[in-house]
């Protein structure tokens, strides 16, 4: 039978699982798989999963509740396993490595940033700052037809564009990092120039979110930073 994996946690780890409700239709119960040093949270793996608010939410529950008692290794929502037995050989010959994460992740959760700018404000001071750029511009309005002149003064502001926004992301993360234990980035979307996760103590996690509202503050309404957490550590599993 195909079990949903939730979780890895070490074998003392409290597992407080009454109350919680597995994914799929029937919300199947969530237990417990493994001997030795470590457990697998579980549940009975539903015929057809699909990222519905329902399953996501159930996901989010055990982990969060795992997460209030001690050092989890949360999967990412949709892992299945074929059989228990899969789950228990995995628990086994993976057991180093797990009790290393696991201790590197104690008492810690994880914080996601986002970063977006303005993007006609980013403009504007490009060109104001750039006298090839303006003298290009220039050019491209009196001659629209200079198809040569449009593409190298597209060339340049994308150029430029990417380095700024290159610069601002290092100093966004050389910002908050000192507060955090340690730091992944992610890929930028289609509307921030920086993804970034932080791995942070929960003792200081004000003192990381106040890092971060103090940099938000210093760059202005220009700049967007959006944070989202506590979450469980996915980016440092």
Known sequence: MAVYIYAITAADHPLRLDGL???????????????????????????????????????????ERLLEDGAVLPMRFGLVAPDEEAVAEALEENAAGYAERLQQLDGCVEYNLKVARDEDELLREIVGESEEIQ??????????????????LGELISQEVERRNDSAALEVVDAAAPAAVTYTAGEPTREHFLNVSFLVQRKRAGEFSQAVADEAQRRGSAYDLTLHGPLPPYSFV
């Open 135 to 152: 003298a290009l511009n220039e050019r491209t309005r009196q001659h629209p037809d200079a198809h040569d002149d449009k593409v190298a």
């Open 21 to 63: 409700n597995g994914v799929g239709e029937s919300g199947g119960e969530v237990r417990t798989l493994g001997s030795g040093s470590h457990r697998a949270v579980v549940s009975e793996a539903p015929e057809e999963l699909r990222a519905k608010r329902r399953d996501l939410v159930a996901h989010q529950a055990v982990q």
